[in-house]
T-cell receptor, first 115, second 109 residues
């Protein structure tokens, strides 16, 4: 079955460490997204990529980095510069960007806790 | 600024009907989405409205009024498995999604 696989599901990090969250999709979707979800807040966009080897900052990109070397993969690195990284991270994809009826398919999420 | 408002929490009884409201103020409008999210899981797509009116899909219906900046999600014949958060999101003129904080729906037997 096609879908998005995120790993790990749970991750603990010490302060000062960088961690990388994996996101792989086999849907042949062009666009991929990383969102952060915190209690009581709407999803916030970290980074998105509409095509291989290209990506754009979202609303809260500071302290995060991404790469898009392959169409299927869009890993997110949470760097030590991110001051409050404890959150639930969601990866998503859509067939093509820039159209109204673009339905997001989400991965199961990765919960990052900083100790 | 852009804003999506929806109630934080609602409670309903199994078998009943519940309406979850969403009001929005955004820079342009290219459609409104409703997603369902069970605790600790990924959101899943429920509905998309771009024209005014009611869209019905089984037990779930979604309504849109663009002139009022208003939508609602109507859930009929509630089941315990409908206990979840319901997320409203609007696509703005730049095709970026603006998300509400979600409404946690609690279903009681």
């Amino acid at each position: 079955d096609g879908g998005i696989t995120q790993s790990p599901k749970y991750l603990f990090r010490k302060e000062g460490q960088n961690v990388t969250l994996s996101c792989e999709q086999n849907l042949n979707h062009d666009a991929m997204y990383w969102y952060r979800q915190d209690p009581g807040q709407g999803l916030r966009l970290i980074y998105y990529s509409q095509i291989v080897n290209d990506f754009q900052k979202g609303d809260i990109a500071e302290g995060y980095s991404v790469s898009r070397e392959k169409k299927e993969s869009f890993p997110l690195t949470v760097t030590s510069a991110q001051k409050n990284p404890t959150a639930f991270y969601l990866c998503a994809s859509t067939p093509s960007p820039g159209s109204g009826a673009n339905v997001l398919t989400f991965g199961a999420g990765s919960r990052l806790t900083v100790l | 600024g852009q804003n999506i408002d929806q109630p934080t929490e609602m409670t309903a009884t199994e078998g009943a009907i519940v309406q979850i409201n969403c009001t929005y103020q955004t820079s342009g409008f290219n459609g409104l989405f409703w997603y369902q999210q069970h605790a600790g899981e990924a959101p899943t797509f429920l509905s998309y409205n771009v024209l005014d009116g009611l869209e019905e899909k089984g037990r779930f219906s979604s309504f849109l009024s663009r002139s009022k900046g208003y939508s609602y999600l109507l859930l009929k014949e509630l089941q315990m498995k409908d206990s979840a958060s319901y997320l409203c999101a609007v696509m703005d003129s730049n095709y970026q999604l603006i998300w509400g904080a979600g409404t946690k729906l609690i279903i009681k037997p």
